[in-house]
């Protein structure tokens, strides 16, 4: 079973709003990697963070972890119609190699 | 630098054929694994390898086959294909656990 699930599904904003998805684990992590999906293409890596750290930036992505609630959150500020995509988190554990992914929240930002 | 390189991009098997999607690396990354995509599944893990010569199981394995004989390549076989496999495969590739996967372009695979 997969051990990442995003909330929403799917999400609908206009252009220049900010889009916010959750990503919720089940098992204690070691890392929590959030991933872009375009539509037909390869996942593209976003950022990571570690499960020691709780709030992470990268440009006008803002994500941060709540290891006690078991969740993440991936924020994008000021979004552009590029930013229309699927998003995935991905988490490993302590002493496991596997990399497992959530199903994803598609995204869409209307001009 | 080409990154992760997936052969080929699209490909239609009859029911019980055999295959092998290739899979290579040119940034010398011990990490390697394969997904596959199935709509409202997201990505789940079929085989990875962690160096040369070292291979495991992931979530749904039944049916494929994997080796590592070199740093670069990671085929994955598929022994008697099945519509059930029908799918989108992606290789990926991490300089270790903890770092961020680079992902290939997609092998689209339908059996019919």
């Known amino acids: 079973s997969q051990q990442g699930e995003e909330d929403p599904q799917a999400l609908s904003i206009q252009e220049g709003e900010n889009a916010t998805m959750n990503c919720s684990y089940k098992t204690s992590i070691n890392n929590l990697q959030w991933y872009r999906q375009n539509s037909g293409r390869g996942l593209v890596h976003l950022i990571l963070i570690r499960s020691n750290e709780r709030e992470k930036h990268s440009g006008r992505l803002r994500v941060t972890l709540d290891t006690s609630k078991k969740s993440s959150s991936l924020l994008i500020t000021a979004s552009r119609a590029a930013d229309t995509a699927s998003y995935f988190c991905?988490?490993?554990?302590?002493?496991?190699?596997?990399?497992?992914f959530g199903a994803g929240t598609t995204v869409t930002v209307r001009a | 630098n080409a990154g992760v390189t997936q052969t080929p991009k699209f490909q239609v098997l009859k029911t019980g054929q055999s295959m092998t999607l290739q899979c290579a690396q040119d940034?010398?990354?011990?990490?390697m694994s394969w997904y596959r995509q199935d709509p409202g599944m997201g990505l789940r893990l079929i085989h990875y390898?962690?160096?040369?010569?070292?291979?495991d199981q992931g979530e749904v394995p039944n049916g494929y086959n994997v080796s590592r004989s070199t740093t670069e390549d990671f085929p994955l076989r598929l022994l008697s294909a099945a519509p059930s496999q029908t799918s989108v495969y992606f290789c990926a590739s991490a300089d270790t656990v903890g770092y961020g996967y680079t992902f290939g372009s997609g092998t689209r695979l339908t059996v019919v």
């Open positions: 940034m010398n990354h011990e990490y």
């Open positions: 390898s962690v160096g040369a010569g070292i291979t």
């Open positions: 991905a988490t490993d554990q302590f002493n496991d190699y596997k990399l497992s």
